[in-house]
């Protein structure tokens, strides 16, 4: 399948919900699913010779434009009775435009998914909460290796269901006065559904500091293929279940494999949720699944 047809980091990715997964003892009696093969999609024959591009103002004016962003970012929490993972979809826009001669990045998520390998727990989060973090933008740096232009995105620090300085550390305080309600249900910070087998139902009341950073490579057809490097933090602020209410230590698995992000341009008219997510199936690849454990 060509790339194009493929799609789009910016996790936003997004949301790590490993720490909640400490739910899953109730659940103990099945075995965790596994991970699935890495990497999760054989980018190799779209990351394409890029010389056509002779230097770096003509490789800039090349990644321009409007792009359907696509990430997945892997977490694992073995702070657990049985170790927790989980994957984190995220979907959005990515835009690069030039600002006095830098070329910026401008990341916006509408929406996330997120699975883990337990079986019947499902986790959701509204898209409110997803939409109500603010645009990240930053310049990135371009440069050129082994033929091909690769593009680095550093990490911007955007603060979720709290108000503060992003550049400090995430706040540890349930009662800190700058929580927010972004996603407007009446609960502090953002908040996480839990489902476990249609018995256990809950929601789990989080903040979040994310740090994310893209390492890309621009592909002869226009995409941007490459993977996420995650460095976030969260807190648990309280719970509707007080078995919800669990400290954790979800980190990222460090197989790039399991961690792509693909950016596909599209045209400036596609610009709300309701439109990209309609195209999911004819611009992004298939999401990943956890796999029955293997003997």
Same mark, same amino acid.
């Given at each position: ?7 789009t980091?910016? %996790?936003?990715? +997004?949301?790590?919900?490993g720490?909640?997964?400490? /739910?899953? &003892?109730?659940?103990?009696? !099945?075995? $965790? @699913? ?13 990351v ?10 003509s ?12 990430d ?5 929490d ?14 959005g ?47 990135v ?6 033929? %091909?232009?690769? +593009?680095?995105?550093p990490?911007?620090?955007?603060? /979720?269901? &709290?108000?503060?300085?992003? !550049?400090? $550390? @995430? ?21 996480v559904e ?58 990222q ?43």
């Open positions: 399948m060509p790339l194009k047809h493929m799609t980091k910016n %996790k936003v990715s +997004l949301i790590s919900i720490l909640i997964l400490i /739910l899953m &003892i109730l659940s103990s009696c !099945s075995s $965790p @699913l596994d991970w699935p093969d890495s990497p999760l999609y054989d980018l190799s024959q779209s394409q010779d890029s010389t056509q591009y002779p230097d770096l103002e490789a800039k004016q090349a990644i321009v434009g409007h792009y359907a962003h696509y997945i970012v892997a977490y694992e073995p702070t657990t009775k049985t170790p927790m993972n989980t994957f984190i979809i995220s979907y826009f990515s835009d690069f435009y030039l600002d006095g001669g830098k070329l910026m990045q401008s990341d916006k998520f509408v929406h996330a998914e997120q699975k883990i390998n337990q079986k019947n727990v499902y986790p959701t989060f509204r898209d409110e909460a997803i939409q109500a973090i603010e645009p990240r933008i930053q310049e740096e371009l440069s050129f290796h082994d033929g %091909k232009w690769q +593009l680095y995105r990490a911007t620090p955007v603060l /979720l269901g &709290i108000t503060g300085d992003p !550049s400090k $550390p @995430l706040s540890k305080d349930p009662n800190d006065p700058n929580l927010i309600d972004p996603d407007k249900d009446g609960h502090p910070g953002v908040t839990i489902n476990i087998g249609n018995i256990i139902k809950g929601e789990l009341y989080i903040t979040r500091r994310e740090i994310y950073s893209n390492y890309l490579t621009l592909n002869q057809d226009g995409a941007l293929t490459g993977y996420v490097v995650d460095r976030s933090e969260q807190f648990v602020i309280g719970a509707s279940l007080k078995i919800l209410e669990q400290p954790s230590n979800s980190i698995n460090p197989d790039m494999g399991l961690n792509p992000v693909i950016l596909i341009p599209v045209s400036y008219d596609i610009d709300t949720p309701e439109e990209l997510m309609a195209l999911r199936d004819e611009l992004f690849p298939p999401e990943p699944g956890f796999i029955n454990a293997k003997k």
